[in-house]
């Protein structure tokens, strides 16, 4: 048995993945959250781009390996761990849900820009962007609950903290982003209500999130507290 330990963020979406996989496969593992603003120098020489999640695994013989980027993470997890397939045997379904993992991370590189921006002409472009994208992640989604179906996978994984940004986001102001989008809105209830997505994060990830609003002046923020 290799002990497994997540260095992680409080708020990292990519993090979020890695441990809702392992969560999904009930694998323990340690976490360990990191702060990103001041980070500690055992993290730097380990962490080859600076960036969570690393996952850490610790050998029996006490070999220790550390790999980096949350997808190689969760390919790795699922080649060697029990439980839950989060992959479709099909290597042609398998290669269509790799793409949608990628376009789950090109709609985070939009939401930092939504999440960041700090006038309303930024905040709009970014708004425009993200609707846009979940137009076409409207038109691939099947019947649910889940993306591909029945069986929960790495793609949800890779949405459901997407999903999560706008519990809060929503509280600040209606966004319209997900109008008119059934299949999304639903897909994102499903996603919520899921145990291992639940546990991916703390207690405390809302005021977390808020704050982080506030440190980068985000208009999306005082825009609210405005009205
Ligand atoms: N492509 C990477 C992205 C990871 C990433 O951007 N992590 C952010 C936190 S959410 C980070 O560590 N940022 C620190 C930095 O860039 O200095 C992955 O999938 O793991």
Redesign the pocket.
């Known amino acids: 048995m290799s002990k497994l330990t997540l260095i992680s963020?409080h708020?990292?979406?990519?993090?979020q993945?890695a441990a809702i996989a392992l969560l999904e496969k009930q694998v323990p593992f340690e976490r360990i959250n990191i702060d990103?603003a001041n980070?500690p120098d055992w993290f730097l020489k380990i962490?080859p781009?600076?960036?969570?999640?690393l996952l850490r695994i610790e050998q029996a013989d006490g070999s220790e390996t550390v790999l980096?980027?949350?997808?190689?993470?969760c390919e790795y997890l699922e080649e060697t761990q029990p439980g839950a397939a989060l992959h479709p045997a099909d290597p042609l379904a398998r290669a269509r849900h790799r793409g949608w993992m990628e376009f789950g991370?090109s709609v985070?590189s939009d939401l930092w820009g939504y999440e960041t921006a700090e006038d309303a002409q930024q905040l709009e472009t970014k708004r425009k962007a993200l609707a846009a994208k979940f137009e076409t992640v409207e038109a691939a989604l099947a019947d649910g609950p889940y993306f591909s179906g029945a069986s929960f996978s790495l793609v949800d994984a890779v949405f459901a903290p997407v999903f999560r940004y706008f519990d809060l986001f929503d509280t600040l102001g209606d966004s319209g982003i997900f109008d008119g989008l059934e299949r999304v809105q639903r897909w994102r209830k499903a996603l919520c209500e899921r145990a291992s997505v639940k546990g991916a994060v703390g207690d405390d990830y809302s005021s977390r999130l808020r704050e982080f609003l506030r440190q980068h002046n985000s208009i999306l923020l005082r825009q609210s507290v405005a009205a």
Request: one cysteine or more.
């Open positions: 963020h708020l990292c979406p990519y993090v993945r990103l980070k962490s781009l600076g960036k969570v999640p980096f980027e949350s997808s190689v993470i991370s985070l």
